[in-house]
């Protein structure tokens, strides 16, 4: 087969508008994961039981099954219980419910590694538990876990070509379209797997800057 590397020009916009809609569909996935990545980690630290038990159990359910079947479960699965979503709102709720159960477990690992003494030297200071949480500990756990969210987000925007199997016109999807008409599936895939790269590359600079600009004094980051 020869390759035709004119598919990418004549075609460039069109996948360009596809990467737009992988960093849109990753963006809100991150935020949202996010939010909930923070309530859920903090019910992971909780002392009460019944909140322990059910953030547990949502985060080992996530973690422990593909992101594909929960993809197909919340589009194909839900509509039988009333609730019915459209291909992107599906494949955004999907990668936001299961962002949040790895990010509850990077924030809790950032809370628990925070020495107690940082607890107990604020509350000997005055404040409340959770002036302390707040104010002393989830703002150096936040720091502290800079590197592995980065990770997190980078999987994120990669795990977004899934939505995919639900009609989603992302990245993927506009490729396999240009490569049903052109038969270049080599030429392509090249191409989208630099788009990737230079997506998840460029997140991983703009993040290690960040780590770089709010890293604790005297830690790695912050020499």
């Known amino acids: 087969m020869n390759l035709d590397w004119s598919v990418i020009p004549e075609n460039f916009w069109f996948l360009m508008d596809g990467a737009k809609l992988t960093l849109i569909i990753a963006i809100i996935a991150i935020?949202?994961?996010?939010?909930?990545?923070?309530?859920?980690?903090?019910?992971?630290?909780?002392?009460?039981?019944?909140?322990?038990?059910?953030?547990?159990?949502?985060?080992?359910?996530?973690?422990?099954?593909p992101l594909l079947v929960q993809?197909?479960?919340?589009?194909?699965?839900?509509?039988?219980?009333?609730?019915?979503?459209?291909?992107?709102?599906?494949?955004?709720?999907?990668?936001?419910?299961?962002s949040a159960a790895y990010q509850a477990e990077i924030f809790r690992a950032g809370v628990q590694s925070i020495p107690k003494g940082q607890?107990?030297?604020?509350?000997?200071?005055?404040?409340?538990?959770?002036?302390?949480?707040?104010?002393?500990?989830?703002?150096?756990?936040?720091?502290?876990?800079?590197?592995?969210?980065?990770?997190?987000?980078?999987?994120?925007?990669?795990?977004?070509?899934?939505?995919?199997?639900?009609?989603?016109?992302?990245?993927t999807y506009s490729a396999k379209d240009v490569i049903a008409d052109t038969f270049q599936p080599f030429v392509l895939y090249i191409f989208i797997a630099v788009v990737y790269f230079v997506m998840t590359f460029s997140t991983s600079r703009i993040m290690r800057f960040v780590e770089r600009k709010f890293a604790i004094p005297g830690t790695m980051g912050g020499e």
């Open 119 to 171: 607890m107990e030297a604020s509350r000997s200071m005055g404040m409340t538990y959770n002036q302390s949480m707040f104010h002393v500990i989830i703002p150096q756990a936040l720091r502290n876990s800079m590197p592995t969210y980065t990770n997190e987000f980078i999987t994120l925007i990669k795990d977004s070509s899934l939505v995919m199997a639900i009609g989603v016109l992302e990245l």
């Open 31 to 65: 935020l949202f994961g996010f939010a909930g990545g923070i309530l859920l980690g903090m019910a992971r630290i909780s002392k009460n039981r019944a909140v322990y038990g059910i953030s547990t159990g949502y985060i080992e359910a996530f973690r422990g099954t």
């Open 71 to 98: 993809i197909f479960l919340i589009y194909f699965g839900l509509p039988s219980l009333g609730l019915q979503f459209t291909p992107l709102m599906a494949g955004i709720l999907a990668l936001s419910l299961n």
